[in-house]
């Protein structure tokens, strides 16, 4: 093995103990109440207008037409 070879190996080797060292357990602190979502409903619910106005019966397609 040349100098550099070994070189390798040996930088190898210390980042691999190295990336060891710095692990940590996992400790976590979150309960089950934490972790509970609201459920989100639909702003929509309850509106009684209309809110999306549409061109209706006067939209007319052709074979012209981009839309």
Known sequence: ???????????????????????????HSATAEDLKVERVY???VGRSY???VLFGDTHLH????FD
């Open 42 to 44: 639909s702003p929509f």
């Open 62 to 65: 052709t074979d012209l037409s």
């Open 50 to 52: 209309p809110d999306q």
């Open 1 to 27: 093995m040349t100098i550099l070879g070994s070189h390798k190996v040996t930088f190898s080797i210390l980042i691999l103990a190295l990336s060891q060292a710095s692990a940590s357990p996992y400790e």
